[in-house]
């Protein structure tokens, strides 16, 4: 894995799994979220929204795997401790049907020790809580400039 970078406004780290270019949103992109906590969400949700990007939010891995299942998304920001389904178990799901959607993975307990997960967080990186929403803001904009671009493929 990748070292640690220090996020200095929070005090947390972030592994990063593909490069890192800073730049502006991409207009509109279209981001679901999964978070299972409300406060943490809204505040998720509301920043990502003054940034210029359009958010869907579900409360658990079920949830959002129905989203994803009939919308189309350029990024999934998920929490791994969810109801339901946990975010890696989601993502392990999603990676077989859609492996270039970019994944951002956001939890106080990182599973740095989960066979494949580099791979399954290829395009993607993973975000330990706590963070500062301007370290998520940049975090989603590297993941989204550097990723792969995608075709919207209707379901």
């Known amino acids: 894995m990748n070292p640690p970078i220090n996020d200095s406004d929070s005090g947390s780290d972030s592994y990063p799994l ?8 991409i207009n509109g992109a279209h981001i679901l979220l999964i978070e299972d906590d409300p406060i943490i969400q809204g505040l998720i ?10 958010v869907k939010c579900a409360g658990d891995g079920e949830e959002g ?15 791994n401790n969810l109801p339901s389904l946990t975010g890696l178990a ?8 859609d492996p270039q959607i970019p994944i951002l993975l956001i939890s106080g307990q990182i599973p740095w ?6 791979i399954l ?8 809580k706590p963070f500062s ?4 803001v ?8 550097s990723a792969p671009v995608r075709a919207d493929v209707s379901h």
């Open 18 to 25: 593909v490069g890192s270019p800073s730049g502006s949103p």
């Open 45 to 54: 949700a509301m920043s990502l929204q003054k940034a210029g990007y359009q």
């Open 65 to 79: 795997w129905s989203y994803l299942c009939d919308e189309h998304f350029d990024l999934l920001i998920t929490d």
């Open 90 to 97: 989601l993502i392990r799901r999603l990676r077989t049907g």
């Open 113 to 118: 020790h989960a066979p494949g997960l580099e």
């Open 121 to 128: 967080l290829t395009p993607g990186m993973a975000l330990e």
């Open 133 to 136: 929403m301007a370290r998520l």
């Open 138 to 145: 940049d975090s989603v904009r590297n993941v989204m400039h």
